[in-house]
């Protein structure tokens, strides 16, 4: 284990470049991952970070003194600062200083669909587009295509809201949407409250995927007319329009619920 102490250390300068700076992950293709939670799960998922950070207060903290001691038996790089200078490496009030280090996964996209996606058309609120992937992932989606547009899903907030769904999910950036839909094997369905077919008339046993737009635009009006079927959520009251985040949940576990009935009653042999 290393230690550093001064603001001028060229690794502590590119550290909070990455901490403060999308464009700075984006050029690095790297990020940081916030807390023991998602440190925990990167390590049981995807294995070994890049490098970790600590501060010298989280080393009495069992969680991390547990993660610390697997990283040095894995040969991973281990740094530890002084408090007040971690503090401008993390977002989180109240956390248990842990940084990990990672290589932002960039995959090549499929030229088409041919599992349930999820296709995200420039939402831009980092919140919204984490819950969409943390139920995603909940539901058993492995794929999500995003148009570059939108929040980049390996920024800090994202990383937070997903709760670890990235480290079992593929995450495709900068996609063109209207040529993935335009080569799609399977039906692409998009949300609009302005839509007629609701979506529990849907047959949603096959795979889908799922047009979802801007918080206020909704989805643009070419993907819109490339989809497959355009659908609403029903809802009773006077509130216009589910979140986006929550109207994706919903459709998910929809697909989720019809699939689990549908296998309930096959035959068995």
């Known amino acids: 284990m290393k230690s550093i102490t001064s603001r001028d250390n060229p690794f502590y300068k590119d550290l909070v470049k990455l901490a403060t700076s999308s464009q700075a992950r984006r050029k690095a293709g790297r990020t940081l991952l916030d807390g023991v939670h998602l440190c925990q799960s990167w390590l049981d998922l995807r294995g070994a970070p890049a490098h970790c950070v600590v501060s010298d207060e989280a080393l009495h903290n069992p969680e991390v003194a547990d993660i610390v001691a697997r990283l040095e038996g894995m040969h991973v790089h281990v740094t530890a600062l002084p408090d007040a200078l971690f503090k401008a490496l993390s977002q989180v009030e109240h956390g248990v200083n842990l940084l990990f280090l990672v290589e932002t996964p960039q995959p090549a996209a499929p030229a088409a669909m041919t599992v349930s996606a999820v296709l995200l058309d420039g939402v831009q609120d980092p919140g919204n587009a984490g819950s969409i992937l943390r139920s995603a992932a ?59 077919q609701r979506l529990y008339e849907v047959d949603l046993r096959q795979p889908v995927g799922w047009l979802l737009g801007h918080e206020g635009q909704g989805v643009g009006d070419e993907l819109m007319g490339l989809a497959s079927h355009q659908v609403v959520i ?3 009251g006077q509130v216009e329009s589910l979140n986006v985040a929550a109207a994706a949940a919903v459709c998910f576990f929809e697909q989720l619920r019809q699939r689990q009935a549908w296998t309930a009653a096959l035959p068995l042999g």
Request: hydrophobic residues 55%.
């Open 138 to 196: 909940a539901a058993g989606i492995t794929q999500v295509f995003c148009s570059p547009g939108t929040a980049f899903c390996w920024s800090p907030k994202v990383l937070r809201a997903a709760m670890g769904a990235h480290f079992v999910l593929e995450i495709f950036e900068n996609v063109d949407l209207a040529a993935l839909v335009r080569a799609s094997k399977i039906a692409v369905l998009a949300m609009s409250g302005y839509a007629e």
């Open 234 to 236: 029903p809802h009773a």
